[in-house]
């Protein structure tokens, strides 16, 4: 029986117009033009990464032989054991990620702690405080990291695990970034939550955390990612080879084994692994938490 049978004047799917509208030659060209473009482009950015991780599996003399060999004659897997044991890496690893975890913990807690106070709590000055403070976003670091340094050395910080995680504890753009993000929440829960009697800490806590996960997850992996490739603040503070992260560790290998180009590679591989599995994990948080603060592009 069918749909018109049981039910007079009912209307066949066969008869609905779906999408019988014409696409233009114009549009099927453009949109293959764009997807091609996006490609090319797309191939273009990661071919060095391609050649780079390749190279690291080559033998020694075929990394920059000429002609350009893409895939190498013996694949060397044994370049990434060979890494551990012929330098510090377990050492520069594991102070490079415990440098990261710290930084990235208090910049996402101090960050979105000042940001709230910022967006949801309203004092004399407020707008003009926080100008002031982003505006520090227009200097440039070399702009005081001597006067930084000489503050840090002063007080016996310097040559420090402090000393880097007192560097870059505090940033100004994670306060702006979240605080676009607490913009958008609306203020009748903050009021309806004084009204139960929170605290502002308790508001902060209990209403404006559990509904900031994606701009927090973007805050993090930004502040993880700049923490994890930073070389010049170890490199101005850092002096006892215990605390070399692995981009101050990869310079010393460098000079050490700088005609050993295949685990040069290799070592630069093992420098951007982690960052690209941070980052494919918080993919999906870290595209929604830009887009929820405001500040596509």
Avoid: H
């Amino acid at each position: 029986m069918t749909a018109q049978t049981a039910f007079p004047g009912a209307v066949s799917s066969a008869d609905v117009p779906f999408n019988k509208k014409p696409v233009s030659p114009a549009k099927i060209i453009g949109t293959v033009v764009g997807y091609t473009t996006m490609i090319l482009c797309s191939l273009f950015i990661l071919l060095p990464f391609i050649w780079m991780v390749l190279s690291s599996l080559k033998p020694n003399n075929e990394v920059f032989m000429v002609p350009m060999k893409w895939l190498p004659s013996v694949w060397r897997w044994g370049n990434y054991a060979n890494i551990w044991t012929d330098s510090s890496m377990l050492l520069w690893v594991g102070n490079t990620v415990f440098f990261a975890i710290c930084v990235t913990f208090l910049q996402v807690f101090t960050g979105s702690f000042a940001a709230y106070g910022f967006s949801k709590i309203r004092f004399r000055g407020r707008n003009t405080l926080f100008l002031i403070y982003i505006a520090t976003m227009a200097v440039p670091w070399q702009a005081y990291m001597i006067p930084q340094f000489k503050m840090l050395s002063a007080i016996g910080l310097a040559d420090t695990r402090w000393s880097i995680i007192l560097l870059q504890a505090f940033g100004a753009f994670g306060v702006f970034m979240m605080k676009q993000f607490y913009d958008t929440i609306p203020e009748e829960l903050s009021e309806a939550a004084r009204l139960d009697g929170l605290s502002e800490f308790g508001i902060y806590r209990r209403v404006i955390l559990p509904l900031s996960g994606p701009s927090i997850a973007a805050l993090g992996i930004i502040t993880f990612t700049n923490t994890w490739n930073d070389y010049m603040g170890p490199l101005i503070y850092l002096r006892s080879p215990d605390l070399y992260t692995i981009q101050l560790g990869l310079k010393t290998f460098i000079s050490q084994n700088s005609a050993d180009y295949a685990m040069i590679m290799t070592g630069s591989v093992m420098s951007v692994l982690p960052i690209l599995i941070v980052f494919l994990l918080g993919q999906r948080q870290f595209i929604e938490g830009i887009a929820t603060s405001g500040m596509k592009g």
